[in-house]
């Protein structure tokens, strides 16, 4: 059956024919998808007869995003309505105060807070040298070939493996190791600590700056670095004085992303850490994190007080997270380099 | 194509009405402590297979079955802790004790060369407290005469996460320290004054192997399926004695409450170890509460009166301690005193 297409091209309120819509036979599959995708709607029009429209497909859309912030928001009040015991009863002091006793109920959250910061910003220091380093590596120098696609798998491995995989190798070789040199240095040579936490800490969070340092060194144009070569810069000049500075925000976006691993990481720090709820005396002391805190006691903690605290020491990992996280995207934008 | 996902789909129903009408004997729902996990496993699966009662035990730790219990989302809690009073109060009703079996605390420790080291009571307290720092410390070469031990710095090493093992340790150390009793006191994760944390046995044992003139404390059927060196401690009657599981039933030969919520640490018992602790399943007294048929009630009940006679046989194959005839007869009249709206269920 063919069908006449008819439309209103001059205005003159008659529909003239304009095409028609070819029957089955060779063009069956044709002529079925144009029926099934394509209608006409009540001027003669083609339509869409898809149930994803361009409307229905922003709704998607704007549903995904929203509900996104929704989440987070939802995990903020949750977290803050289960910490009301504590707040209530410990108040700010909770952040100040270094005494954790679950026997007498007195809790306080400064040894966490010290031990997570330093061994996160520890390992973002160490970390950072060497994503840097691969990153201007793979980027500007070996960036294609099967030197190239070797070290980015390692690199990209690095970031697979399970974080209790890291735990258990620090305790088996990296923690004896960490001990003979303490040894040597006549230093308590207990072998975990917030060194050797901070130094498996950064191992796992190159990967991260390092891709990203890696995507946005590759992409800095080409005519630039041409440029200052031609004015007489060496290889190293222009890295530092073109590359670089270009790619900066970038760079520092990815630098965010791997501090922000190594805040939350769990299941590898509590290893190697010593657990010690006291403030650390030194690098080689033993401390404690928030993460692992939590992980440790949680599931025996018995008591109103006890239970909320946990609870709000996640609140403050939460808060502290977002913090540094507001602050570094502050850092990027002011850092992007103006197009 | 559409008959296909017809016939799958009828399936599935069928297969979930067939589970169904399974699930409709009874099941009774545990939960805590995963010190005895092992042990009640094969329990369960044994009293299962002879009484066609299935038991689903989740080992969430002392502190996670308590607070199920008290919640009413289990039948019965399991804890290696007493519950204390503020949790009981929260309960709102009496909740029965009734011990299962017993394990031990051992001291282990890392001494090249030395082995049978022996400790006393107020050595490990001050070794813990932070007050004893070396090897090499009178005290200790008192303790254990002829035996050349290495001039090594002390390392403490202790549980990071809470757990039972370190409730029957500072059980202990409060009973025989008044120093540790004022400064850090009894529970399951504490104020440490030294040392390092490592998580459950493994953890501590793993640190302690490393860890030269290391000292740490773990269950004894950790260190006895591990060959782990463990030191004598001295009882209160005066003797050296070696963690065993003899030596954990000799201690149960004490006068014990009749509520049976007594700690075996620091006993009287002549030759018993002072590390021991009982284990116990938690229930209501009074078990007609929201939720509970009487059916239900009936062989929870009989459950536990099997785990307090014929399931004690399978404890020490599995290096638990079974309980001595006295708490089993304590163990018995708290099974016997729980009603279901006042009427005994035996």
């Not at chain 1, 306080?108 to 520890?122: K, R, Y």
């Not at chain 2, 099974?335 to 006042?342: A, K």
Request: aromatic fraction near 8%; glycine fraction near 10%; charged fraction near 15%.
């Amino acid at each position: 059956m063919e069908r006449e297409r008819r439309l209103d091209v001059d205005g003159h309120g008659e529909k003239e024919l304009i095409g028609r819509v070819a029957p089955a036979g060779p063009d069956m599959i044709q002529g079925l998808a144009r029926r099934a995708f394509v209608g006409t709607s009540a001027n003669g029009e083609y339509k869409s007869r898809l149930w994803l429209t361009e409307s229905t497909f922003r709704k998607i859309l704007y549903l995904s995003g929203i509900s996104a912030i929704v989440l987070l928001f939802a995990i903020l009040i949750s977290l803050s309505v289960s910490s009301m015991p504590a707040i209530k009863q410990i108040g700010l002091a909770f952040l100040v105060r270094s005494v954790w006793d679950p026997v007498t109920g007195e809790f306080g959250s400064l040894p966490f807070l010290v031990g997570t910061l330093l061994t996160s910003l520890i390992a973002l220091l160490i970390a950072v040298v060497f994503s840097l380093a691969v990153s201007i590596f793979l980027g500007e120098y070996y960036r294609r070939g099967p030197t190239s696609s070797f070290i980015k798998g390692i690199v990209e491995l690095l970031a697979g493996i399970p974080s209790v995989i890291y735990g258990f190798w620090g305790l088996a070789f990296f923690v004896p190791a960490v001990r003979f040199v303490e040894m040597r240095i006549h230093v308590a040579p207990y072998g975990v600590g917030i060194l050797t936490a901070s130094l498996i800490l950064s191992i796992m969070i190159i990967p991260y700056a390092a891709s990203l340092g890696r995507e946005v060194i590759s992409l800095v144009p080409a005519d630039l670095k041409e440029a200052a070569l031609s004015l007489g810069a060496t290889r190293f000049e222009v890295i530092k004085k073109v590359v670089l500075p270009y790619a900066r925000s970038g760079i520092l976006a990815g630098v965010l992303l791997s501090l922000g691993r190594a805040l939350g990481e769990t299941m590898a720090v509590t290893m190697v850490i010593g657990n010690s709820n006291m403030l650390p005396k030194s690098i080689f002391a033993p401390a404690n994190t928030m993460a692992s805190i939590i992980a440790n006691e949680f599931t025996e903690a018995t008591g109103k007080v006890y239970l909320a605290s946990l609870v709000e020491i996640a609140l403050v990992l939460f808060v502290v997270t977002a913090i540094i996280n507001i602050v570094g995207k502050v850092i990027i934008i002011k850092m992007a380099v103006e197009r | 194509m559409k008959r296909f996902v017809v016939v799958l789909f009828t399936l599935i129903a069928a297969s979930g009405l067939a589970s169904a009408s399974f699930g409709e004997q009874q099941e009774i729902i545990g939960a805590g402590a995963t010190f005895p996990f092992p042990l009640y496993s094969k329990m369960f699966d044994i009293y299962s297979r002879e009484y066609g009662v299935k038991v689903n035990y989740q080992a969430i730790g002392s502190g996670g079955g308590i607070r199920q219990l008290i919640n009413k989302t289990v039948d019965f809690g399991a804890s290696d802790v007493v519950m204390g009073e503020a949790d009981m109060k929260a309960a709102g009703a009496p909740i029965i004790h009734v011990p299962v079996c017993a394990g031990a605390v051992v001291v282990t420790y890392n001494l090249p060369g030395s082995s049978d080291v022996r400790l006393t009571p107020d050595v490990i307290a001050d070794i813990y407290l932070g007050k004893i720092v070396k090897w090499s410390d009178p005290r200790i070469a008192s303790a254990n005469q002829g035996m050349a031990i290495p001039d090594l710095p002390l390392t403490v090493i202790h549980r990071s996460d809470g757990s039972g093992t370190t409730f029957i340790f500072s059980d202990y150390l409060s009973k025989v320290s008044k120093g540790w009793q004022e400064k850090v006191g009894r529970g399951t994760a504490l104020n440490w004054p030294t040392g390092l944390g490592a998580k459950g046995n493994p953890g501590v044992a793993g640190l302690v192997k490393q860890t030269p003139g290391s000292v740490g404390y773990v269950e004894l059927i950790y260190a006895l399926q591990n060959k782990m060196a463990y030191s004598s401690v001295r009882n209160r009657s005066g003797m050296f004695v070696k963690p065993s599981i003899a030596s954990t039933i000799a201690a149960m030969n004490t006068g014990l409450s009749s509520d049976m919520r007594v700690t075996l640490t620091d006993t009287e018992a002549a030759e018993g170890y002072p590390l021991s602790g009982f284990t116990w399943v938690l229930a209501y007294r009074e078990q007609a509460y929201q939720g509970h048929t009487e059916a239900k009630a009936r062989e929870l009940v009989r459950l536990i009166r099997w785990m307090t006679h014929e399931g004690q046989k399978y404890a020490e194959p599995m290096q638990y301690a079974p309980l001595a005839r006295d708490a089993v007869a304590k163990a018995e009249a708290l099974v016997r005193s729980v009603t279901y709206n006042g009427k005994g269920l035996l």
